[in-house]
């Protein structure tokens, strides 16, 4: 693995099908924190790091002053590149999110979405700390830091939000190891000094519409080779999977997992966002 890709899956191949699964559900939930800035948002300088394709800087750069992003996948940079269009307002390079190519204090915002569960093995979660300490390293004081991520309980195979997650529980309770508990995630902000933490969670939906509508989805190969969940499968698992979701497609019960699962989001969300402040 070199380290500045993900951790377990492979991006270059998930990203050539990425966007037609994903949107960026978060989007406007952080335009909003970073309003709460003193500096108005269209004067700020934004970071993105592992922009993936791109998703959020394309919502997010006509609101703000200058975008930059920090990359590790080179099919995920080029796809970004093109989405932009040359905007003369986005700086995107490829790099490595806990070395940072930036000076001290360059930035007014920074902001990670679903990248931090890819940053570590070991579950004492050291690269995380490398990375919050690049975050205030590169943050002027006053700054926002935004992580999109999730909790324990919208990940849970059983009671989560992700109802292909019911399937193929092996996998999710291994990816349940990689991403830290949100109490202490915020402790770690705490302890580096980091101010005002909240948590918010974003109203919108992470995938288009037909994941909601059509469990057929989850039987393509383009979806599972979208979602680095199933990179902890075998192909053999995957199809060991496949053979209970379509027992449960048959016999009509998947629709109420489902119905199950699009409840329990609309109480919990499907993701959350961690902000917080570098102390002035
Ligand atoms: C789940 S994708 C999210 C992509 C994008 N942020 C989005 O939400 O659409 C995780 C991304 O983090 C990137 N990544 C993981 N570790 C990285 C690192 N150390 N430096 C730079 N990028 C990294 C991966 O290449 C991948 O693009």
Redesign the pocket.
Known sequence: MR?????YCD?NEA?KV?DQL?Q?NAAEEIVQIFKQHEIALNQQRIL??????G??IDFIKDHVKEIYG????EE?YGQALEKMNGASNVHLQL????DLPFADDYFQGYM????LH??DTDPSFPNLNIFLNEAKRTLQPGGTLTI?TNSQEQLDPHSGVYWNYKYIKTAVLTLQKRYIPLEELVSRLDSLGFTNIKKSIPSRRIYHNRYYEDPSIALETHFTKSD?VYSFLSEKAIEDSNASLRVAIEDGSIYEEMKRSSLLAEEMGEVVIISACKAD
């Open positions: 380290r500045n890709e993900s951790s991006y990203f990425y994903r960026p993105e790091g592992g922009f993936g394709t998703a959020y920090v990359e590790g996948s995920g790099g490595n999110i806990l990670i979405n679903q990248v890819h940053l999109n680095s």
